[in-house]
């Protein structure tokens, strides 16, 4: 795929972007030792949102100056988590249903981009593995080939080629897997998301229902498991992010309500020990838990909502040593939220709120403090996003 | 004999990757990455663990009969074979007959008749493995007289995988693991684990010998009128007569082929309830039904082999037996009838299957369906093999105490059916499936079928549902599938918090297992 070789540094830098809070990529850290070159553009010029409210599809925006216009509304079924492909030419989605075509499956579905209007056509949508209902997570490999799934329902994982059009092939890789925990929540494997590494070839996962957080290979024969660490046991693993430096992971347990982060062997492709732990709201039983990382690498956003009361944090990173240090007063006005999602961008923070829809937050890279939320667009419980910056 | 793991490289996977029906695996894409072969439960499950843990997918496999998919459309996982396993000798501390998951009916029939003097009432297509017979509800010739498989169970050694994805073995039983003895008798294989072996404290004894008789009809000539009295004679008489005990030893069976196979026939086998032959009353009540039927004058004529499975004696070739009375029968013992290494065709045939449970007669409005269909033509589709088995049902199977003992709520049936379809050529297919969707579809939507369940025999006072060991996936269009198959009364829902508990991460399942 040429144009995917020809990338620029600074693409790469816009897509680390969008995927720092929907795919978590962690990216080589020569093209993240500085900060956007001059001239591009850090701001989002289309938004696509997921929602699984009444009028569950994926909503195009396009944004100027912080204003966003709707373009398009896509019916889509429970579109729980979208990845844009590192072109920015294709975008995909994933369904979070527990049947199609009458077989006990999920689906994803590949849409190509207008790239002067934002306007989506749907290419394909594929079935997942038998018994991989409600898929909750979906990235893109770094050079665009690969589709990998964390399947929540069905415990397991699946890939799917992507063809040079934006086509997604049948499910080629699969991974079942089994596991528990302590928790309520917790009689079966629940994977949660899914994290490509710098290399391309190894996955992070995030397994909800077992605490543990795997390593898988893509290699020939498909996908095969590289190596296993156990999170702590009913903390339930949800969203993970790898730092550009390559060789943190932050990883938000929604269970306890906590933030861990390990080291990452990148050469080795092992997680190894947690290296910070700290808690990130009052756990209740059915709270939300949320993260999201500057582009830059050096804030990261923590959110957890439970019944009544919801907490927006945001985090310094030490990236020497992976140490968190909160920032004070960080969202002052972010207790009455209910987040389902967030991603960063470079200047700003947006939050899916279940009521509100889509806000955002003024985000300051240096500080890390949060400005007033402003709603930019009204949905009904969205749950996922992706943003396009060219 | 060590665990043997064919891979895809080896010489013999082609040939093991394939079962009976050689519509499956649909694709080479669809196709499991090894075959897993084991002899002993030990190695089963050390080879259950292994694939458990390296999150494969594990289906599995002991006869080759599953008529869907479910075993082969496995993409890159891995079947366990039990076909090697397939041991009887009894073992110590559990209860009297043991059949190994592996073993084929034939083999088993053989070695309970040899040593024991018994049998089990199952189906009589030897090739068939027990595992997935007698788990799915299986039955035969002699249900009627004694039961279905799964009545007669009493244990089971079954592994399954715990939340954790350890495997667990269990023996199950009415007293151990009750739930999961319960699902193990008749739900269908593929949903909870790995029975590696039945066990049962009593068996019926076989019987010493059995008559069979055959009545054919041309279907040159044969009228609408003169084929739904055909049809409803058949049908009245095991709706009425065929609930009387001394009826039971009689198994009959229509195999109504399509118009352009020549003919069709009702075949019956018979004994007394004591397993004799000595009065033949009951038999000629039955055959004598049909002298008004105007049959053929050619009665042992050339059956299609599904139904000749069943009926031996009534193949060509075979002597044409000898006159009792008006009607021709063909005396043999018992054990020579039913084990006569009859395996199919393996792996050369592809097919299609449907079910139908009936607790009534045929209805007018039904036998101008199976009429009209049978002399339905789809250009390019060679229809000779396509029919509709009618078997007889009900008697001992329908004694109601066993609908809370088993996974089987079919009891109040007098009829079973079996639509099926035979081809070669992969060109046909298009054409087999729109002659087995279209004639169920016109069958199941006359005046006894409710507007909400058209389309399918649903369970109500005519209809008893659909049977799991036919499996039928085009079934899964209709959102009450489940209750097709398991009934509305609470079996599905039972069955669903079985699988919730014994097999939690639903390392188990195919397109149609129990869905929690």
Request: proline share 6%.
């Amino acid at each position: 795929m040429k144009q995917q070789k020809d990338w620029s540094r600074r693409k790469f830098v816009q897509w680390m972007g969008y995927t720092s809070a929907i795919g978590a990529v962690g990216l080589p850290g020569r093209w993240l030792s500085a900060s956007p070159l001059a001239g591009a553009p850090t701001s989002p010029r289309f938004a696509f949102a997921g929602s699984t409210g009444k009028q569950h599809g994926i909503q195009v925006f396009s944004i100027k100056n912080d204003r966003w216009s709707h373009v398009q509304t896509i019916a889509s079924e429970n579109p729980s988590a979208l990845a844009l492909h590192p072109s920015e030419r294709f975008l995909y989605a994933v369904n979070e249903i527990d049947s199609y075509q009458s077989l006990p499956t999920g689906t994803v579905e590949a849409y190509s981009i207008d790239p002067h209007s934002g306007r989506l056509t749907l290419l394909n949508r594929q079935p997942l593995s038998l018994s991989g209902v409600l898929p909750r997570h979906l990235a893109v490999s770094p050079d665009g080939r690969t589709l990998a799934v964390a399947v929540h329902g069905g415990g397991a994982y699946n890939l799917l080629p992507i063809g040079e059009d934006g086509r997604l092939d049948r499910v080629s890789a699969i991974i079942k897997e089994t596991g528990s925990g302590p928790h309520a929540d917790q009689d079966s494997a629940h994977p949660q998301m899914v994290v490509f590494d710098r290399s391309g070839s190894r996955l992070l996962s995030a397994d909800l229902g077992s605490d543990t957080l795997s390593v898988l290979d893509l290699n020939d024969d498909g996908l095969s498991v590289a190596s296993r660490s156990q999170a702590a046991p009913g903390s339930g693993p949800r969203q993970m992010a790898l730092h550009p430096s390559g060789n943190l992971l932050y990883v938000v347990n929604e269970l306890d309500a906590s933030l861990s982060c390990f080291g990452y062997d990148a050469t080795s492709g092992s997680i190894r020990q947690r290296l910070h732990h700290t808690a990130i709201g009052s756990c209740s039983a059915s709270g939300v838990a949320a993260m999201a990382m500057h582009p830059a690498g050096n804030v990261l956003y923590t959110s957890y909502c439970g019944s009544g009361a919801g907490s927006l944090s945001a985090w310094r990173i030490d990236a020497a040593s992976g140490a968190l240090k909160p920032v004070r007063r960080a969202a002052d006005q972010a207790s009455s939220l209910q987040i389902a999602s967030m991603v960063a961008a470079h200047d700003s923070l947006f939050v899916l709120d279940h009521k509100q829809g889509i806000l955002r937050l003024p985000a300051s890279a240096t500080s890390g403090r949060l400005g007033q939320p402003v709603q930019v667009a009204r949905i009904e419980a969205p749950v996922s996003l992706a943003l396009k910056y060219s | 004999m060590a665990i043997e793991t064919v891979n895809q490289q080896d010489p013999r996977f082609t040939t093991l990757n394939r079962g009976n029906n050689a519509r499956f695996p649909p694709t080479e894409a669809d196709a499991a990455s090894r075959i897993v072969l084991c002899d002993n439960a030990n190695d089963v499950a050390e080879a259950l663990q292994k694939i458990v843990s390296a999150g494969l997918r594990p289906t599995v496999r002991s006869g080759g009969h599953c008529y869907e998919d479910f075993v082969y459309t496995n993409p890159k996982g891995a079947i366990i074979d039990l076909s090697l396993f397939n041991e009887t000798t009894p073992v110590a501390g559990a209860p009297a007959y043991r059949i190994a998951a592996g073993t084929q009916l034939g083999d088993a029939y053989t070695e309970l008749y040899k040593r024991h003097g018994v049998t089990l009432p199952g189906g009589s297509c030897e090739s068939v493995g027990a595992g997935g017979h007698i788990t799915g509800g299986g039955y035969g010739v002699l249900s009627r007289l004694h039961g279905i498989t799964p009545d007669w169970v009493t244990a089971v050694d079954i592994l399954t995988v715990d939340k954790k994805g350890q495997v667990v073995p269990r023996r199950v039983d009415a007293k151990h693991d009750p739930d999961l003895f319960r699902a193990c008798r008749g739900a269908g294989g593929g949903n909870f684990g790995i029975i590696t072996n039945f066990y049962f404290d009593k068996l019926p004894p076989a019987p010493k010998e059995v008559t069979h008789a055959g009545v054919r009809f041309d279907w040159n000539g044969m009228t609408q009128e003169r084929f739904t009295k055909i049809l409803q004679t058949y049908g009245h008489f095991l709706e009425t007569r065929g609930n009387d005990p001394d009826t039971w030893g009689l198994f009959a069976i229509i195999g109504l082929s399509h118009a352009s196979a020549g003919s069709f026939g009702v075949n019956v086998q018979f004994c007394n309830p004591d397993g004799t032959c000595k009065d033949l009353k009951v038999l000629n009540e039955f055959l004598d039904l049909f002298e008004n039927c105007n049959p053929s004058a050619s009665e042992m004529t050339n059956d299609h082999p599904a139904v000749a499975e069943r009926m031996s004696p009534q193949r060509p070739g075979r002597e044409r037996g000898c006159l009792n009375g008006k009607h021709r029968t063909n005396l043999s013992p018992w054990f020579n009838a039913t084990v006569r290494g009859n395996g199919g065709s393996f792996g050369e045939t592809r097919s299609k299957y449907k079910s139908a449970y009936m607790k009534r007669n045929f209805s007018v409005a039904e036998t101008v369906a199976f009429y009209k269909h049978m002399h339905r033509t789809i250009p390019g589709t060679d229809l000779r093999g396509s029919m509709v088995l009618m078997d007889a049902y009900g008697g001992a199977v329908n004694r109601k105490e066993l609908i809370e003992e088993t996974a089987v709520h079919q009891r109040s049936s007098v009829m079973k059916l079996q639509f099926l379809s035979y081809w070669r050529d992969p060109a046909e297919d298009a054409g087999h499936m729109t002659w087995m969707r279209d004639i169920y579809t016109d069958v199941y939507s006359g005046p006894d079928t409710d507007a909400k369940h058209k389309g399918t025999p649903y369970p109500n006072d005519h209809y008893e549902g659909c049977y799991i060991n036919y499996p039928d996936k085009d079934m899964l269009e209709y959102s009450f599938w489940p209750e097709l198959y398991y009934g509305d009364q609470g079996l599905y829902p039972f069955l669903q918090s079985v699988k919730r508990q014994y097999d939690p991460n639903n390392v188990f399942h195919h397109a149609m297992s129990v869905r929690a």
